[in-house]
C-alpha cells in the first residue's frame, strides 16, 4: 500500500492498524508474547506462574518442513537466508512439479 493511500485513512483507522502491527510483532514463532513472560517488576514469571503450558503435539507438517531443513543442511550450498513454507497447491501460478 502507498503511504498516501494509508495517510487518507482517519485516524483512528490509522491507530488500529498500527496497534494490531505492534502486537503482531510481540507474537513469537512459538505462539508467546514476550510480556506475557514478565511480572510487572519486569523479572521473569517463575515456572507455573507463567501465562503458557508447553504442550506436545504431531504435526506431518512440521514432521515435513524439519525433514526438508535436515536434508537440506546436508548439502554443501549455503542455507543462510533459506527458509521453508507451506502454500496452498496451485495457489500464485507457480509449477508445482518445481521439485521442492
Request: glycine share 10%; charged share 30%; aromatic share 12%.
Amino acid at each position: 500500500m502507498r503511504w498516501s493511500e494509508f495517510k487518507g485513512w482517519s485516524e483512528y483507522d490509522q491507530a488500529v492498524v498500527l496497534a494490531w502491527r505492534k502486537a503482531g510483532s510481540e507474537i513469537h514463532r512459538c505462539g508467546t508474547v514476550t510480556s506475557e513472560w514478565f511480572g510487572p517488576d519486569g523479572r521473569v514469571l517463575a515456572p507455573g506462574d507463567d501465562a503458557y503450558v508447553l504442550e506436545k503435539t504431531y504435526c506431518p507438517g512440521c514432521a515435513d518442513l524439519e525433514e526438508a531443513r535436515e536434508e537440506a543442511s546436508k548439502s554443501d550450498a549455503s542455507m543462510r537466508g533459506v527458509s521453508f513454507h507451506f502454500r496452498p497447491r496451485g495457489a500464485y501460478d507457480i509449477d508445482d512439479d518445481d521439485g521442492v
